[in-house]
């Protein structure tokens, strides 16, 4: 049984960092894509983050580059997101997702495996 763990969220002022990981198990983590997703309240869930298998490639969305790193460690099976200059405008529920297909993939859909999120508050 796939599980994907997430971990890390909570309340941060604006300007502020926080670091969020997921632990996976029951799959084989070093050949799954990974993403971060983040849904806030009454909108879509949107793409954040992912990171490629092998942890070389990474891709960010506009909202967040500069500003938020993905990262990997296939010997912990865990990816990371490091979040610094936290906005107002960050806050939602961060999702991690594993995707067994191409590198690439941005949309909900293409991602086979999810956690069950973790809330991450900015305050301005």
């Known amino acids: 049984q796939v599980q994907l763990v997430e971990s890390g969220g909570g309340l941060v002022q604006a300007g502020g960092s926080l670091r969020l990981s997921c632990a996976a198990s029951?799959?084989?983590?070093?050949?799954?894509?990974m993403g971060w997703f983040r849904q806030a309240p009454g909108k879509e869930r949107e793409f954040v983050a992912a990171?490629?298998?092998?942890?070389?490639?990474?891709y960010y969305a506009d909202s967040v580059k500069g500003r938020f790193t993905i990262s990997r460690d296939n010997a912990k099976n865990t990816v990371y997101l490091q979040m610094n200059s936290l906005k107002f405008e960050d806050t939602a529920v961060y999702y991690c997702?594993?995707?067994?297909?191409?590198?690439?993939?941005?949309?909900?859909?293409?991602?086979?495996?999810w956690g069950q999120g973790t809330q991450v508050t900015v305050s301005s």
């Open positions: 990171i490629r298998w092998t942890g070389i490639s990474t």
């Open positions: 029951g799959l084989r983590f070093s050949s799954y894509n």
């Open positions: 997702a594993a995707d067994r297909g191409a590198w690439g993939h941005t949309r909900r859909t293409d991602y086979d495996y």
